[in-house]
DNA sequence: CGTGATGTTGATTGCTGTCAATACGTGTGG
DNA sequence: CCACACGTATTGACAGCAATCAACATCACG
């Protein structure tokens, strides 16, 4: 692994988000975490590493995922600045992860987490909240990936990005390349381009280079991501005319 | 819903696995739940119910599933005969649930779990892997939504099911229907039906009954699982000859 | 300014969905 | 015990969405 420690000093914080009905007024056990810094591309850990660490980013995206034996692949989740990632697997990594794009980022030792969770019920609180709702978000993106079409599921990844992403809500960040998001969407990088064209097409979205969208019309392509369709429309979109 | 109290006396157990490497040599807390029978089809809890208990099958099988606004229905889980369901929501049910057999549960209240697992560390702990065990499987199924074909997919619902289910290893019951397997997999029940014809055809499976598969050729459907296919047949098998 | 990576658009193929008809099987009633 | 009927499963014909193959455009970068 390329990564570099940036600091001796350890960064301070908890990596869960703290669970704001749990009643509790306190604020979990701190724990200390190592910043690291990687350059876009770099492999953070492999498919069947052991667990060491679990990341929350500070800046930059990661990308973590699952290859086939044919070469196939799904990414599992793209973590974004603030967000955690590493628990994917109990002992081992059951995906791979990859910076997006040059990211920094602190990790915090399994051990610990695991220590502190033990000893700190609030702590415990927390990590459980997190596991429960990544397992809800998993049955979401198991809808999508099941039964939803493909310019829905661009427009469902487009609203959860700009949910996600802070600064201004209309303008959407994709670090990630076409291919990525084709791979995070089980579909084929020309028609995440095409589902992406449509939505130009018909003024839900503009253009702001390939790597930034603004959406023009966000009560649209959340139609769109239900798939209700503009009658005049229709599915044309993504047929050439 | 339909569902009868079986007895006044309570069932006595703990509804999660019991963590085996957690070096723990006690067991953990004993819960009490309450035994239910529901028949055939009868609904268990509807989306967006609140959560009150959760659920551990003792005989007959259970299917959760999503419904779209259009009605497109995605099975998130079968749970058979030893299975927990019911955690598909923090305060409300993301999940609907029916009863695919007739069927004896056992539930226990959300509340005494929670209480449980707050007093007894080796009950959380229990929980904590229960709940990770099951985000791991959500990532297994999301790869196969989203990157397996029509007849990879059926092979593994298959291997999944011959793995689950107690009794001899080679024969596997379906309790529910085609269209189940088809919301369950991302498939019409039309492409199940012409995948397991097709298993049938080369071999690999022989019919006991709509409802139950002997497996010939357990290997030749791990190779099916994976996308190995045998040279001769090809992809062929789905097409008429 | 050139060069390679990435993105878009077009043409075609093919897997899977849809519609339709038939077969099977379970359960009921005679 | 058999006949019928309904739900379920299978098979067939066809259509459509998305993948694949291919060419071109655009962008980033040296």
Redesign the pocket.
């Known amino acids: 692994m390329q990564t570099v420690s940036l600091a001796r000093s350890p960064a301070i914080g908890f990596p869960f988000p703290v669970a704001s009905r749990s009643g509790h007024t306190t604020s979990p056990a701190q724990l200390s975490g190592r910043p690291m810094r990687c350059a876009r591309g770099t492999l953070i850990y492999a498919e069947g590493d052991s667990v060491q660490d679990l990341y929350k980013v500070v800046s930059g995206s990661i990308r973590t995922y699952r290859t086939l034996s044919d070469g196939r692949r799904l990414i599992a989740s793209f973590a974004l600045p603030g967000e955690l990632f590493g628990l994917d697997g109990i002992g081992t990594h059951r995906c791979a992860a990859e910076a997006v794009t040059d990211a920094v980022m602190i990790a915090f030792a399994r051990k610990e987490i695991e220590a502190c969770v033990e000893r700190d019920p609030l702590a415990a609180k927390c990590f459980q909240m997190f596991a429960l709702e990544k397992l809800i978000s998993e049955q979401d993106r198991c809808v999508l990936l099941g039964r939803k079409?493909?310019?829905e599921r661009v427009a469902c990844f487009l609203l959860d990005l700009a949910d996600r992403s802070e600064g201004h809500p209309h303008l959407i960040d994709l670090p990630m390349?076409?291919?990525d998001i084709g791979d995070y969407l089980?579909?084929?990088?020309?028609?995440v381009?095409?589902s992406?064209?449509c939505f130009r097409k018909r003024g839900i979205l503009a253009d702001r280079?390939?790597?930034r969208v603004e959406v023009l019309d966000r009560d649209a392509l959340e139609d769109a991501a239900s798939g209700i369709e503009t009658p005049a429309t229709d599915?044309a979109c993504?047929?050439?005319v």
Chains 1, 2 share one sequence.
Do not use: F
Request: charged content about 15%; overall charge positive; aromatic content about 4%.
């Open positions: 079409t493909a310019s390349s076409r291919y089980g579909l084929s990088t020309e028609t381009s095409r992406l064209t280079g390939p790597h599915c993504l047929r050439p």
